[in-house]
Every structure is written in C-alpha cells, then in structure tokens.
C-alpha cells in the first residue's frame, strides 16, 4: 500500500539562485498593483465585446480585476466570461507565474484557488507578478470536463495531435503572449475523480521542473503522455507543472494549492540541481489505459461488456500484485480479446502486457500501480480509466532531459 508520506519543502529553495530563465526575453514591468475595478465598466464593455466571437479571438485580457470574480462560482462564470479569460497583474518581480484553471469545466478548485490569491492580494503589491487564465468557462456552466463537440482543454496546446481548429490557435496565442512576457513558471490546476492523494505532474525530468513539482508534495508523476497539454507545451519556455488537488469541493486541496502558489510567488530562482532521491517520489506513468471504445462498460449494469469491480478506486496509488480482480466480462463479449487500450508514450498498446482475461475476470497479469482510476463512467469515456505507473528511481542520472 502506498501511503501518502509527510510534506517536504527542500531547503534549496532558500536563496539558491540560478539563472531561471537563461535565454528568454524579459519584457518590461507590466502595470502597477492590482487595482479592483470599482465600477465594473470595462467587464461589461469587455463582455460586449467579445459576444459571438470565435474563441480563437476571444483572449480577454484584462490588467484589472473585475469585481465580480471575487466571489463567483464556476458555473456562474460565463455570465463574467462568455469565452476563456486571461488577466494580467504586475508584481515586484516581473517575470509571471502563470496558472491556468477550468482547462476542464468540471473542475473548481482552481478557481477557489484565484479567488483566494485575490483577496490576500487585494490590498498588498503581488510579490511576483501573475497571469491568470480562465479556461473552459463554457463547459464549466453545465459543471461538465468538455462540451460535446468541443476538444478537451487540456489536449490543444502547442505540441497536440489534434489538427488545427479554433481553439488550438486560441491555445497557441496565450502560449506565444506567456512567452513573450518571460514567463517565470508555468502552474495548471485540475481536480480528479476518484480517491487520489494530492500530486503534480511533470513532462520533463529536470531539476528545474521536479523542484517544482516537490515543492507541492512529494509525489510527482512524470508523464509526456498525452500531448497538447498545458504542461506539455510550456515545458519549452519555463519550469511546468499540473496539480492534481484532489476531488473538487475539497477545501483541503484549495489550501494546497494555495499554499503551494504563495511559495512560488516569493521563489527569486528555481534551483537546477534536481531534488535528492529520498525527498522524493518519483513515478512514470508508462501508459494511459482506456476501455475500448465498442465495449460497454459500467460499475453497476451487470449486462454490459465489461462489469469494473465496485470501489476500484480504492486501488489507486497501490502496489498491487498479480491476479488483481479488476472486472468481469460478460461471457462471449466482446469481440475483442482485451476490453482495454494500454497506451504507451510512443502510441504502442501494451495492453496484453498487464492484463488478461481468466473465466470471464479482468486481472492483472503483473504486479502494477495504477493511478486516477475514476468511478466516473462519463469521465472514464472523455479521458481514460487509469494510469499505469513504474517507480523512477534513476532519475537524476538516467532520466534528465
Ligand atoms: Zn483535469
């Protein structure tokens, strides 16, 4: 079993300086400090102005901070927001943090996180200056991850598989804006289903970016697989990272998170020189597993193709041990001989690698981590059913990229 260990901050983070940004552009001071609009004039005027527009237009960019936000909840945003957001605020350090929230509609902590961050700020200069992005305000009105007929937030990034649309070449032009400010760090926030601990992600395995990543909790998944991610795309310009704070709702992943954002506000560098084994832990997640797309599967219809096991959740971030029971399958279905896709970095599907059926029981066929399994059967279809994970233990020999 694992179990989440202690919080750990390293103590490189005091007064280590290196040269964080080496080689990018450091735009001028942005505007002063924050200032709340006290009339709400430019929101309505911005919000005029952006009606019907395509969303690859549709940067809202605003250097004040409406009124409204303060309070507001993410399915009422839209109302504030007709398309994504991105709010410029300057701060004694010019380089920005950027955090992103709402990439997936369905997932509000990050947009307590703002909230909470502005009313700190609301009367005091921001130590750093701060960018912040509203993503999916449209899919957050009906609580949902995406739209039906909309791509996911978080997969049309610079770097994405998916061809060219509205909303890839809105994601390109926040990217290049970011770059040009001389972005410090880059900080998406999301929720998951399921019971998971608190976590980041990383898509590269340097000091900068694990430092980072250590820096909310000491569990930090590498995982460039799937592409077009936020992280993903600014990995190129600046440290990234994606927090994973748990379920939304949970006021204890906002703490974190907001915790965490107060650290990165005041960090002058982010140290290079890779945080040491023992204060870490370290996985892989080696392959995105998904139920096919032609099986039906559910956590409590017994007739579809695939019956998940009831709490499969329970089994998230445990070391688990060949045999595990993971489902059942309806005899005689389906047609195909796994009802899974194991999906590797480089587009391979190990899938019979890991799993097996045996009497009609989905089990795994090797000891195994997995992570995010979610009990949401929508989410499941939308995004995927779990991660595979390997422990990385190499990582600051072997693993640096
Ligand atoms: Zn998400």
Aim: with cysteine; glycine share 8%.
């Amino acid at each position: 079993m694992f179990s989440r260990p202690k919080r750990f901050v390293p103590s490189g983070f005091r007064g280590f300086a290196q040269n964080a940004n080496d080689g990018l552009q450091t735009p001028s001071r942005l505007s002063g400090k924050q200032k709340a609009s006290r009339n709400g004039a430019t929101t309505q005027r911005k919000r005029e102005s952006v009606k019907g527009m395509e969303i690859e237009n549709a940067i809202i960019r605003l250097e004040q901070v409406p009124d409204a936000l303060i309070e507001i909840s993410a399915t009422d945003l839209h109302g504030l927001f007709p398309q994504p957001a991105l709010i410029h605020l300057g701060g004694d350090q010019p380089e920005p943090l950027f955090v992103s929230v709402l990439l997936h509609g369905n997932e509000s902590s990050g947009l307590a996180v703002v909230q909470t961050l502005l009313k700190t700020y609301a009367s005091k200069p921001w130590p750093r200056a701060v960018s912040f992005l509203f993503g999916n305000v449209q899919a957050a009105r009906e609580g949902l991850r995406r739209l039906d007929g909309q791509p996911d937030f978080n997969r049309i990034w610079p770097g994405t598989e998916l061809g060219a649309s509205p909303e890839t070449r809105w994601a390109q032009k926040v990217y290049a804006d970011m770059a040009a400010r001389g972005v410090f760090a880059s900080i998406d926030i999301h929720n998951n289903t399921g019971r998971n601990p608190h976590y980041s992600c990383v898509e590269r395995l340097d000091g900068q970016s694990l430092n980072l990543g250590v820096l909310f909790d000491r569990l930090v998944i590498y995982s460039p697989y799937p592409k077009g991610t936020q992280t993903g795309a600014f990995k190129q310009v600046c440290p990234s990272v994606t927090l994973e704070c748990g379920s939304p709702g949970e006021a204890s992943g906002v703490e974190h998170a907001v915790e965490f954002i107060e650290k990165c506000l005041r960090l002058p560098e982010i140290p290079c020189q890779p945080p040491a084994a023992e204060d870490i832990d370290l996985f892989h997640a080696l392959a995105q597993v998904l139920v096919r797309d032609e099986v039906s599967f559910s956590y409590d219809y017994p007739a579809a193709d695939l019956l998940l096991r009831p709490q499969l959740d329970e089994l998230n971030f445990t070391e688990l041990t060949p045999g595990t029971l993971l489902g059942k399958t309806k005899p005689g279905s389906p047609p195909t001989p796994l009802p899974l896709i194991a999906r590797t970095d480089d587009g391979r599907d190990v899938a019979g690698d890991y799993f097996r059926i045996e009497n009609n029981q989905l089990v795994l066929t090797q000891g195994s981590m997995l992570c995010m399994l979610s009990m949401d059967e929508r989410i499941i279809r939308q995004d995927c059913l779990c991660y595979l994970m390997e422990r990385i233990t190499e990582f600051s020999t072997s693993h640096v990229n």
